[in-house]
């Protein structure tokens, strides 16, 4: 090879061999090669003509000419394409695919003209035969007759099991024969004669046009509007909605009024409900209602309408999370054996006695206490609730906590509407953080005032200790049964703090004993309507003052009675009341974080009697509070009963 290369070569000089104009020589050369290649193949196999005198021009390229090699061995001749198996069809597509054959067939048979019999000697002139399928001979119209007169396609089917022999009875899919059996039905449906002991199978008519079914026209139901900053998701409310709705659609007679019903019903609720966990409770509550009413027409239901106005509560809020979160569906009847059928009387007045306050924690928790002076009472004082300032006229409002001017004599010095919040507010997690929210609107702690007032009110119970009457002890009777007793107080705002408005007294078997509107002796403030639902006009009438109330309970009581109460110290500050012997169920079943927070009534009968009360808008009965205190006390008795055994 060195031999061949010129002596002024160098290895630099490389690239000038492999120029553009080489590499288009080099290709253009084996592209004459292989023209060349199949002009000669093409000349092998077609003569040359005659005519074809003039020969290929040369291409005039000088070289050594480039041949491809064939391969040893010819792989894509040996290589072979396994072919793909045959896919199975499916039973669903083998049935349709039986009955499509069977469609033609019968298509077929109806199409072909009938052919009259040919006698034995002569022969067909065609060289293959068809087969008709024949129609059976009945008693009925003519053959002739039902062809001309109807559409449909009839074809033969083999006879049944029953009448031929197995060896020569075909198999027949059972969708086959479900789909004969229907189409023979409709046949003797539309002809009017039946087959004897054979199934025809019918083809519907598809020469007319198919119309769709226009729906019957269907009246919407009523939407909830959405509303970001409501109590009760639209969603929630939207549910119950459709609940009611569909109760009443089964007991009235249109759907108009099942509308109306349905949206009065769900609004009710949905006003006497102070957040989401109530407002579920008295939805199931009212639900069941309704269907307990439809099963037993003669059972009239009790209305869901808001109590009469003479249904009174708490003077304060005693609501709280725990009685929210726990939502019971069942007002269970006061008159249950297994709550006052066991403990009752005397046996009950024993099991309660190591629940009694001592005199240390009568004291702690504010019952009012004898005083030197005869008529006056001692109360220990709360430093919480102790005023900034030495000046008597100033004063702190309970409701918005802005401070006003009034009198000892309880002229009001501030006279300005009070803005507040008749809900309490509680910490509640919204977006991951920790916030204050009301229980009335879901307002932040910086909201405006949800409701308003005239004035400006307090909470002051002891400003006057004076007039308080203390019960005295009395000969024992003969069973030491001293009596059992359930009391509830409801108050109202005058100008001189909260005073007595209601008083009610139920005994052990939840009966009530004594009951009476009271009339303040001070102007009226506030009537606390929204939690004692006493009006103006319910006190328009009464006569009954705090000394009446007196006489009664001080004949009625004595000091070794048993009285029972949620955080009694107020219902005896109001009646101006000094008694030794008291439960007071606050005490008994205690905040985990101790004094001075207490849990809430409904609270706590929620989570221990499993009852849902305080839940009328229209205001809390003192009834109930008064019961469900006794009831609360027989259920602790019980339990406890069960531990010592």
Excluded at 179 to 208: C, Q, Y
Excluded at 221 to 234: E, L, W
Excluded at 592 to 610: H, Y
Aim: aromatic share 6%.
């Amino acid at each position: 090879m060195d031999a061949d290369l010129p002596e002024d070569f160098h290895m630099n000089d490389t690239d000038i061999s492999f120029s553009e104009t080489d590499t288009y020589e080099e290709c253009l050369k084996i592209f004459n090669e292989e023209t060349a290649t199949l002009n000669d193949t093409m000349k092998k196999q077609v003569p040359p003509s005659s005519d074809e005198s003039e020969e290929m021009p040369s291409s005039g390229l000088v070289g050594k000419k480039r041949v491809a090699h064939a391969p040893k061995f010819d792989t894509w001749r040996m290589r072979k394409i396994p072919n793909k198996p045959k896919a199975q069809p499916s039973p669903a597509q083998v049935c349709h695919n039986r009955f499509l054959i069977a469609q033609q067939e019968a298509l077929g048979t109806m199409q072909s003209p009938p052919r009259k019999k040919a006698p034995p000697n002569v022969t067909s002139p065609s060289p293959e035969k068809k087969r008709v399928a024949h129609l059976p001979n009945f008693a009925g119209p003519s053959n002739t007759t039902s062809s001309s007169s109807t559409n449909k396609r009839i074809s033969r089917v083999p006879p049944s099991s029953s009448s031929a022999p197995k060896s020569s009875t075909p198999y027949v899919s059972s969708r086959r024969l479900i789909m004969e059996r229907k189409f023979a039905a409709v046949h003797r449906a539309n002809s009017g004669f039946e087959i004897p002991g054979k199934t025809l199978a019918t083809t519907a008519d598809k020469s007319g046009r198919r119309m769709a079914h226009i729906p019957t026209k269907v009246t919407p139901r009523p939407v909830i509007p959405a509303s970001p900053g409501s109590k009760v998701p639209s969603v929630v409310r939207q549910r119950y909605l459709n609940l009611f709705i569909d109760e009443f659609l089964k007991t009235t007679d249109t759907e108009k009024e099942a509308f109306e019903q349905g949206l009065k019903e769900e609004n009710n609720i949905y006003e006497r409900a102070s957040n989401k966990q109530i407002y579920l409770s008295l939805s199931i509550n009212n639900l069941k209602r309704l269907r307990t009413a439809r099963a037993d027409p003669s059972n009239k239901a009790v209305p869901s309408s808001p109590p009469p106005k003479n249904a009174v509560s708490h003077s304060a809020v005693l609501g709280g999370k725990a009685a929210a979160q726990n939502a019971f569906t069942l007002h269970r009847s006061a008159g249950r054996p297994g709550v006052q059928g066991v403990y009752q009387g005397k046996e009950l007045f024993d099991k309660l006695q190591p629940y009694l306050l001592t005199r240390e924690q009568l004291w702690d928790n504010g019952y009012p206490r004898s005083a030197v002076i005869p008529g006056q009472a001692e109360v220990k004082e709360d430093g919480s609730k102790k005023p900034a300032t030495a000046d008597s006229n100033q004063k702190i409002c309970c409701r918005c906590g802005k401070t006003f001017l009034r009198r000892p004599g309880g002229e009001y010095i501030t006279k300005e509407t009070c803005s507040f919040h008749w809900g309490k507010l509680w910490r509640k997690k919204v977006g991951g953080m920790v916030d204050h929210r009301f229980s009335c609107c879901s307002g932040d702690s910086e909201a405006i005032g949800c409701c308003l007032s005239k004035l400006h009110v307090t909470e002051d119970k002891t400003s006057d200790l004076s007039g308080f009457m203390k019960t005295y002890s009395k000969s024992p009777p003969r069973d030491g049964y001293s009596g059992l007793y359930a009391l509830d107080c409801e108050m109202c705002y005058t100008v001189k703090g909260m005073e007595l408005t209601r008083v009610t007294v139920v005994d052990d078997q939840l009966k009530q004993v004594y009951d009476s509107l009271v009339k303040p002796d001070n102007a009226v403030v506030d009537y606390n309507t929204r939690f004692s639902g006493i009006t103006e006009d319910d006190l328009k009438s009464v006569d009954t003052k705090l000394h009446n109330v007196q006489a009664v309970l001080l004949n009625m009581f004595s000091s070794e009675t048993i009285l029972i109460g949620h955080s009694l110290e107020s219902d005896m500050l109001a009646l101006k009341l000094i008694h030794e012997s008291v439960i007071d169920t606050a005490v008994v079943f205690p905040h985990k974080l101790g004094p001075p927070l207490k849990r809430a009534l409904r609270t706590l009968m929620a989570e221990f009697v499993k009852k849902i009360i305080q839940s009328d808008v229209g205001g809390h009965d003192s009834m109930e509070d008064a019961k469900s205190c006794m009831e609360l006390m027989i259920w602790k008795v019980k339990e406890d009963a069960k531990t010592k055994k």
